[in-house]
């Protein structure tokens, strides 16, 4: 069972650790190609852009084509981006580079979710979504000390020639071991709703991305945000007329999917601030090095492998509904712990505290990815995965863009330079927004979703009559 989830994960990991380890390596690529390192942002957010216009498509595809014949197709592209980038020698073709990749990414994590809701039964989808995770937990955390490493000792260039074999593995594995027999689904490509999708997602996720960026005007980034908002309002208006839109907006009626995007969305903007704050301050505040950072971040990803032995109980034992609430309370804490922390305090605390916060995200993720299928039926399982991807990639831009506003709104209150206070005040505000997702988990039923979870809820004993 755990074959078809560990198979997919191989592309998942290449995917999710090569969206961080360029982070680390900006300022060499900047000064090989002649561009200036903020200049390079550019190239992050033509990856996003990427994202949110093809993963729409990815749905329709996997439907017309077959989701295994799109996954790797997805590694394909993904590979070609990746030699692309390697041979770059300037900020346009690097910028293109990172669009090619884009387009890769955007088919591979939806059609993965899909292929594997598909193949695996509803009793044992905890446990899928488990191993599956693994990819998403361990890749950020993993990505910029591999970085660091391979431009310090090596060169930039083999962070993008490692996606190589990784992917060509990945193509062996899928072709060798992935069996799925599934139907084709002749629905027509819904054109219109296509361009306004990517129209919405593009402009929120650019707007989002650059707002912080010195070198664009912020009013160019609100700017964005604006013309995406208005042209999801126009594709809201066209799907309500569409019998078979690109991505349905009438999913949301069903309450374990919009519980699990709504909820998983508000926990993700303050994990997906983790990345970019937690060695941010590391380095400036702690005066760490590059490596020095990644190798202490990458505690949590421990405390992400040591999830999956016992996820798959806890959800059976006390359901959907407690679990996600108690694990991402007590993630919140753990993000709002960061803000406590002094060069001064014990490194092996520190290190303790990323450990127990990847654990709980780990079993928060994974319940939540599987909470979200729960009662999607199997006609719109491809435009779920969809919905959920482009969920997963707006919060984490959103989440980057709140923690980067925090650390400039506490910076200009003192007028200097960022102090270790700062990243302590930006702490405190993601934690404070990803207490939120607790809230759409505390109006389901204690059984919701206990077909997935095998959570059952103990009948309520009857009331003994008096006898008179």
């Known amino acids: 069972m755990r074959i078809i989830p560990l198979v997919l994960a191989v592309a998942l990991f290449m995917e999710n650790m090569d969206s961080t380890v360029i982070a680390t390596s900006l300022p060499a690529i900047a000064?090989?190609?002649g561009a200036e390192p903020i200049s390079l942002k550019l190239a992050l957010?033509?990856?996003?852009?990427?994202?949110?216009?093809?993963?729409?498509?990815?749905?329709?595809?996997?439907?017309?084509?077959?989701?295994?014949?799109?996954?790797?197709?997805?590694?394909?592209?993904?590979m070609a981006g990746s030699i692309c980038c390697a041979f770059s020698d300037s900020l346009l073709t690097f910028v293109l580079s990172r669009f090619l990749q884009g387009i890769g990414g955007s088919m591979m994590t939806p059609v993965a979710r899909l292929v594997l809701v598909r193949s695996t039964p509803r009793n044992e989808l905890v446990s899928a979504m488990a191993w599956l995770?693994?990819?998403?937990?361990?890749?950020?955390?993993?990505?910029?000390?591999?970085?660091?490493?391979?431009?310090?000792?090596?060169?930039?260039?083999?962070?993008?020639?490692i996606n190589v074999p990784i992917g060509l593995i990945g193509l062996v594995l899928v072709t060798r071991l992935l069996h799925t027999a599934e139907g084709r689904n002749e629905r027509p490509i819904d054109v219109p709703g296509l361009i306004l999708s990517g129209l919405t997602f593009a402009g929120v996720l650019f707007g989002i991305s650059v707002i912080s960026l010195p070198a664009i005007p912020a009013v160019a980034g609100y700017g964005s945000i604006v013309f995406g908002t208005v042209a999801g309002v126009l594709y809201l208006r066209h799907a309500r007329r569409t019998a078979m839109p690109i991505l349905d907006p009438k999913l949301f009626?069903?309450?374990?999917?919009?519980?699990?995007?709504?909820?998983?969305?508000?926990?993700?903007?303050?994990?997906?601030?983790?990345?970019?704050?937690?060695p941010l301050m590391l380095q400036l505040a702690f005066g760490l090095t590059p490596f020095e950072s990644g190798l202490t971040t990458f505690v949590a990803a421990i405390g992400a492998l040591l999830s999956k032995f016992g996820v798959e109980r806890v959800f059976a034992t006390f359901g959907f509904p407690r679990t996600l609430m108690l694990t991402a309370a007590i993630g919140c804490i753990f993000l709002g712990?960061?803000?406590?922390?002094?060069?001064?305090?014990?490194?092996?605390?520190l290190m303790g505290s990323l450990l127990v916060g990847g654990l709980t995200r780990s079993f928060f993720f994974t319940g939540v990815n599987a909470l979200a299928f729960a009662d999607v039926d199997e006609a719109h399982a491809s435009q779920a995965t969809a919905i959920n991807a482009v969920s997963q990639q707006l919060s984490v831009a959103a989440g980057v863009?709140?923690?980067?506003?925090?650390?400039?709104?506490?910076?200009?209150?003192?007028?200097?330079?960022?102090?270790?206070?700062?990243?302590?005040?930006?702490?405190?505000?993601?934690?404070?927004?990803?207490?939120?997702?607790?809230?759409?988990?505390?109006?389901?039923?204690?059984?919701?979703?206990?077909?997935?979870?095998?959570?059952?809820?103990?009948?309520?004993?009857?009331?003994?009559?008096?006898?008179?």
Do not use: C
């Not at 993963?55 to 790797?72: E, H, V, Y």
């Not at 009626?253 to 983790?274: E, H, M």
């Open 253 to 278: 009626r069903l309450p374990l999917f919009r519980s699990a995007i709504i909820g998983g969305s508000l926990f993700r903007i303050g994990i997906g601030a983790f990345p970019f704050l937690m």
């Open 31 to 33: 000064a090989d190609i």
């Open 133 to 161: 995770t693994i990819p998403a937990l361990i890749g950020p955390i993993a990505g910029p000390p591999l970085g660091g490493f391979l431009t310090t000792y090596l060169s930039w260039h083999w962070i993008f020639w």
């Open 401 to 468: 863009a709140v923690a980067g506003g925090a650390l400039e709104f506490a910076a200009n209150l003192h007028g200097g330079n960022l102090t270790l206070g700062d990243f302590h005040i930006a702490w405190f505000v993601v934690a404070a927004v990803a207490i939120f997702s607790v809230i759409p988990f505390m109006r389901l039923p204690p059984d919701a979703g206990s077909d997935v979870s095998g959570h059952q809820v103990k009948p309520m004993p009857k009331p003994v009559s008096a006898t008179l």
């Open 337 to 349: 712990i960061n803000g406590l922390f002094t060069p001064a305090v014990p490194h092996w605390l």
């Open 45 to 78: 957010t033509a990856y996003f852009v990427a994202l949110a216009i093809f993963i729409p498509l990815s749905g329709w595809m996997a439907d017309r084509f077959g989701s295994k014949n799109i996954f790797r197709i997805a590694i394909v592209v993904f």
